[in-house]
């Protein structure tokens, strides 16, 4: 009797899964679905605390659209095509997840994180996947000194888009999506309560506030890290001080970008929590900007006489248009920021915001513009140049030996004797001894 050998289904299945998963087209479109999912969990499903969807609706798609279409057309592109897919989709995924790393190892993973995770090995097969495919298609039936010259000029150009491109657009992803995930410990040497702020786009903020003694008040900006010495000073001549966790940093809500775009939203609600407090004078509050924090202090004052007068550290510009305005700066410099300043747009869904010396003249209120000896090389011709244009009350300080917002620790008398005497000039108005 002849017996008829019959395929078993389920090991007929299991060789259709393997040999589908040994494919180069099943492998790149399974890996770029991983990242998809990351992008569209970030900015769509499980967007921060405070945000919708509809915050993130250009950038995200602007990131979602090409993934998906990666995957629809992968099987029908060449294979050079398929491996610059692969690439740029690799080096996205990569990208994408570090946001998730950072949380997890700082506070634990939540929300979108889990999927950020899996963004990482999933871009770091397309990057092989990639390097493969590139590999096996290479050219090997030309003539030797076109296929090695060509493969110089592909050499210099990866480093080209590497140092203007690649690295501008990590960067901006970095500052668009992570910030200081915890709230550190109070050192302010004088009583305070932890408080609330709401923004007029309806964020919750949290910080702290010292108590006035004298009437008055100053912001201490950004964040409740390194605010706390400005505060310490501040609050030991009586002055009330207000620290806060800007959106998206500590317990805020928010999409963080610290670059401070829009961020001139959180002072604004600082000042009219101040405007509130019995013991506060509405028409003596000021504020203390560090580094990003001085550029956001400007368009707020620029914005609202309420800050009746800022001290500004160690600010320089947001954007390429501040490096424009400003002027000085090699167009090296230029394309990479600008580059660099397309892409935060990108990843903050956001436009750039206008330079800051033509806001300059309009602020209303006394301003005191402090920079480094030492500090980043953009800052004096920033700070001088932003002197010039103010028409109020304006002082300006150059602090011997200091590096960037370091004016405190290298001359800490001469700096207490001069921001506590500026502000005692323009909202107690005290005479200096």
């Known amino acids: 009797m002849t017996t008829i050998a019959r395929p078993d289904p389920a090991r007929s299945i299991a060789a259709r899964i393997a040999a589908g998963a040994r494919s180069e087209v099943v492998v790149a479109r399974t890996a770029l679905g991983v990242v998809a999912l990351h992008i ?18 250009a950038g995200g798609l602007l990131l979602l659209a090409p993934l998906l279409a990666a995957i ?31 949380y997890t190892v700082e506070v634990g993973p939540s929300g979108d994180d889990f999927t950020g995770l899996l963004s990482i090995p999933a871009g770091l ?28 000029l592909l050499a210099v150009l990866t480093l080209v888009l590497v140092a203007f491109v690649f690295f501008p657009f990590v960067f901006s992803y970095v500052i668009t999506h992570v910030a200081r995930a915890h709230v550190p410990a109070p050192d302010l040497g004088a009583p305070y309560e932890d408080v609330e702020l709401e923004t007029s786009d309806g964020l919750l ?17 950004p964040g409740r890290a390194g605010s706390q010495s400005r505060a310490r000073m501040l609050a030991d001549h009586g002055y009330g001080v207000l ?72 600010a320089s510009g947001r954007s390429v248009r501040d490096d424009w305005a400003n002027g000085g700066a090699r167009w090296d410099v230029l394309v990479g920021r600008a580059i660099f ?5 990108l990843n903050s869904s956001d436009l750039p915001p206008s330079d800051l010396k033509s806001l300059v003249p309009t602020i209303p209120g006394s301003v005191l513009f402090v920079y480094g000896e030492r500090g980043q090389p953009e800052e004096r011709p920033a ?15 150059e602090v011997p030996g200091s590096k960037h917002m370091a004016g405190i620790e290298a001359q800490p008398q001469e700096y207490e004797r001069r921001v506590v005497g500026f502000f005692d000039r323009t909202l107690l108005a005290v005479p200096e001894s």
């Open 40 to 57: 569209a969990d970030d900015n769509f499903l499980q967007p921060n605390a405070g945000v919708s969807a509809a915050d993130h609706l």
């Open 383 to 397: 700070n001088e140049g932003w002197y010039e244009q103010a028409r109020g009350h304006k002082e300006i300080w």
């Open 243 to 314: 620290l806060f966790d800007r959106r998206g940093e500590g317990e805020s809500e928010g999409d963080p970008n610290l670059l401070g775009w829009e961020g001139e939203r959180d002072i604004h609600a600082a000042v009219g929590f101040l405007q509130s407090r019995p013991d506060v004078d509405p028409g003596k509050i000021g504020g203390v900007g560090l580094s990003v924090g001085g550029e956001m202090m400007i368009v707020a004052a620029a914005e609202s006489g309420a800050l009746k007068a800022i001290m500004i550290e160690g």
């Open 125 to 152: 097969v397309l990057v092989g996947l990639g390097i493969v495919t590139l590999w096996r298609s290479r050219r090997r039936n030309d003539r030797l000194w076109w296929r090695y010259g060509r493969r110089l």
């Open 72 to 102: 629809v057309f992968y099987p029908r592109l060449r294979a050079g095509a398929r491996a610059t897919v692969a690439l740029l989709g690799g080096y996205l995924g990569v990208v994408a997840g570090t946001e998730a790393v950072y």
């Open 341 to 345: 300043t397309a892409a935060s747009a």
């Open 205 to 221: 903020l949290k910080g702290w506030y010292i108590e006035s003694q004298n009437g008055a008040a100053v912001i201490s900006f």
